[in-house]
């Protein structure tokens, strides 16, 4: 997978600009949502093993250098937490992860995020099919995964297509299924001005059922947490980096939180490349059970350092346009 680096950020997945005009209104500043288009009748008839092991991180546009008021994000309201949902039991124990680890390493503790983390797979504008990562959180309807937004929209404003979610994905299998997306939303101010904000860098996708199944009634659901009052000590950040194992198996960071940049919330440092946007980004997360509270995905990336928006007000607006979908 290619990662190549704009102004000095590194690309992990693929840009995005105005979008092209769809059936769905968007207001001037508010959740932007459009169905998912798809070019086949089942997620499994594109998604072969073959695609997805063949699938690449595409490029991300340059930022926007002066934000317009609608672009910049509002103060906190008050923290919003929703728990973890476990739907099996899981194991009594686990082996520790390093809770500090720089440099990635491969996920063996099991655990819930074990089912609820997985990959993201599309077809760009372009017409490229892409990677990138996901993670099931806990809601009303039981079908919502959090991404990124550059995984939905291309840098010439056109949606993405063909997506789905592939929980637990390891070594090319899909152990629950392919949760094909019927619609996915961004916040209208990530895209301003033809260029893109990283504060608004986050993507929610609604996916449908398989078997008859929704994915948190299949795998669980991860805690998700909005306006959060402090960015905590340490993190734990987990996805599906090219640069670790070729991207066959969920992979982490973990560690202190570093001074942030490019406008972004939370940082820390950790060497997770291309196809790990999108991945989940923890706080108060339990070792044991695997559960905890996303508080952000993975957004950027320098040389040393990942990056990741804070999910205020316009991220809780967002999910809960996603969340009612």
């Not at 690449?56 to 929703?82: F, I, M, R, T, Y």
């Not at 592939?166 to 629950?176: D, L, Q, R, T």
């Amino acid at each position: 997978m290619r990662i190549l680096a704009i102004a000095g950020i590194t690309s992990l997945v693929l840009g995005l600009s105005v979008p092209a005009g769809s059936a769905d209104s968007a207001p001037e500043e508010g959740p932007v949502g459009h169905v998912a288009p798809t070019t086949f009748a089942a997620a499994g008839e594109y998604w072969t093993p073959e695609r997805m092991r063949d699938a690449e991180p595409l490029v991300e546009p340059a930022q926007g250098a002066s934000p317009s008021v609608a672009a910049v994000p509002k103060a906190a309201g008050e923290q919003v937490d929703l728990p973890p949902l476990v739907v099996a039991q899981t194991s009594s124990w686990v082996r520790p992860y390093a809770a500090s680890a720089a440099k990635q390493q491969t996920w063996r503790s099991g655990g819930l995020i074990a089912k609820t983390a997985g990959k993201v797979f599309g077809t760009g504008g372009n017409g490229n099919d892409f990677v990138a990562s996901g993670n099931v959180v806990r809601s009303k309807d039981g079908d919502v995964v959090v991404t990124v937004g550059h995984a939905l929209v291309d840098g010439q404003g056109r949606w993405s297509k063909n997506l789905v979610f592939v929980p637990a994905y390891k070594n090319g299998a899909a152990p629950y299924g392919k949760f094909a997306a019927r619609k996915m939303y961004i916040w209208s101010g990530y895209i301003k001005d033809n260029a893109h904000y990283p504060p608004f860098d986050f993507g929610m996708l609604v996916v449908n059922p398989v078997k008859g199944k929704k994915v948190q009634q299949t795998v669980g659901a991860q805690g998700i947490r909005f306006n959060a009052t402090a960015a905590g000590a340490s993190n734990l950040l987990l996805g599906y980096p090219s640069n670790g194992n070729g991207g066959r198996t969920l992979q982490y960071c973990s560690g202190a939180s570093v001074t942030p940049s490019y406008s972004m919330k939370y940082a820390m440092v950790c060497d997770m490349g291309g196809g790990s946007s999108g991945g989940p980004w923890f706080q108060d997360f339990n070792k044991i059970t695997g559960t905890g509270y996303q508080i952000s995905a993975h957004a950027l990336r320098n040389t040393t350092t990942s990056y990741g928006a804070y999910f205020g007000p316009e991220a809780l607006k967002t999910f809960r346009a996603a969340e009612a979908s």
